[in-house]
């Protein structure tokens, strides 16, 4: 009972420590240094942030058949999705009902059934208890099915929620979403390459860094090759009269291109539910610079089958989530899934999608489908294991985040500090 008091004061003490550090923060500036290095902030971002809210976790095409099954690890927890014979996908929660096993191990794999490695309890891919051996004839199988996981597939990507009260604005993202994503036909798509990839810094300066691309010209030339500069915002008292003349032809150009891209059925203009929300995403159709088509090497289509019927040309969907960050164009996708590993390690997941009937070698080649983001990602990687040692550094002070590159940055964050204080963590 005194271990309890003890661990209860502790937990307690902590709480009061991380609701400090929150309200703390100074709007427009990064956290404060503990918010990025602390494992008992840790441990409250998983209960919160991620055990709590929409994750993205997979894309159809890691389930395209009956009896496939993908696991995916989130913090402390895994969870398992499955097709089954039904072509219906569902995902449970990878844990025995007997004796708490953990059932598969991260990753894919092929099956007829369920079965646990401790005691072969065996489990239909609806779930349901298929048999448990020797727990007597009396046994009632229907009572110990394995826990469902709230999922929803938007568009062919996989969001899923270990709450059992998940946020019910998934609907705003499926509404945005769906229309969006039909045109590319994700599900009938496969993933031609996946990496993984450990960065050495807190999951928020992860996100942190994918927010924003005031770092991109002088950090990221193959992804660059695809952007306008003006992409990455601009303080337009910085701009001399060409270039002043140059944002203002693109700013434009994007009016009228966004436009007839409506018009012609492809949703494109900028979404923004990142504030005051529990399911945050921002989406837009952005032009893709250089020749136009892809995020390639020369800005060129690398897969010769077009993803659905979207077709060359039709710029760069990108779709920012929580845990995500996405691009859909016309040749192929970059699905990108970000998992919080540690205070100071986040494992970041990609996959390249083509059309299911597209042929490596044939139809496109992988290193030129593949590089500018194998590079990008690398070199994000750097810059987060750069800023992890900052804010672990005696001299860290939260800077100021630019209000003309940074704005959706500072949107995130601000997201994090509403959501940890509306969970009991502000002041």
Not at 93 to 108: D, E, F, I, K, T
Not at 317 to 346: E, R
Not at 400 to 426: C, N
């Amino acid at each position: 009972m005194l271990h309890q008091l003890h661990d209860l004061s502790e937990d307690g003490a902590s709480r009061a420590v991380i609701a400090s550090l929150i309200g703390a923060r100074e709007p427009g500036h990064m956290l404060p240094a503990g918010l990025y290095t602390r494992a008992d902030v840790f441990e409250a971002d998983l209960d919160i942030i991620f055990h709590q809210h929409w994750m993205a976790v997979a894309v159809e095409a890691d389930v395209p058949e009956a009896g496939d099954v993908y696991a995916v690890d989130i913090g402390r927890s895994s969870i398992v999705i499955v097709r089954d014979e039904e072509e219906t996908v569902r995902a449970f929660h990878n844990v025995c009902s007997h004796r708490g096993s953990r059932l598969v191990q991260a990753g894919r794999s092929i099956v007829g059934k369920l079965v646990c490695p401790y005691h072969q309890w065996a489990y239909e891919l609806t779930g349901d208890l298929f048999s448990a051996p020797h727990m007597g004839q009396d046994f009632n199988k229907g009572l110990h099915h394995l826990k469902p996981v709230a999922l929803r597939n938007v568009g062919g990507i996989l969001y899923a929620c270990l709450s059992d009260t998940p946020p019910a604005d998934i609907d705003e993202l499926d509404r945005v979403m769906a229309p969006r994503l039909a045109a590319y036909d994700l599900a009938n798509t496969r993933i031609a390459y996946e990496t993984d990839i450990v960065e050495n810094g807190n999951w928020k300066l992860v996100i942190e860094n994918n927010r924003e691309c005031y770092h991109c010209e002088a950090n990221h030339p193959e992804l660059c090759v695809s952007y306008f500069a003006t992409d990455f915002g601009f303080d337009p008292a910085d701009l001399s009269p060409s270039e002043k003349a140059e944002a203002e032809a693109l700013a434009d150009r994007y009016a009228r291109q966004t436009a007839a891209w409506e018009e012609a059925g492809l949703p494109s203009a900028a979404v923004e539910h990142t504030v005051g929300v529990a399911t945050n995403f921002r989406t837009q159709r952005l032009i893709i610079a250089g020749a136009g088509e892809s995020q390639t090497p020369d800005a060129r289509a690398a897969c010769q089958i077009p993803l659905g019927t979207v077709g060359k040309g039709t710029g760069d969907t990108h779709l920012w989530g929580i845990n995500s960050w996405n691009h859909m164009m016309g040749d192929h996708a970059v699905v990108i899934t970000m998992f919080p590993l540690g205070p100071d390690k986040t494992l970041v997941r990609t996959k390249w999608l083509v059309h299911k009937d597209a042929v490596e070698g044939v139809d496109y080649d992988l290193e030129t489908l593949t590089s500018v983001w194998l590079a990008t990602n690398q070199q994000d990687a750097d810059l987060v294991a750069l800023a992890q040692q900052g804010v672990q550094s005696a001299g860290f002070r939260p800077g100021p985040y630019s209000r003309f590159t940074e704005k959706q940055l500072d949107d995130f964050i601000t997201w994090y500090v509403e959501r940890m204080s509306a969970h009991g963590y502000g002041r």
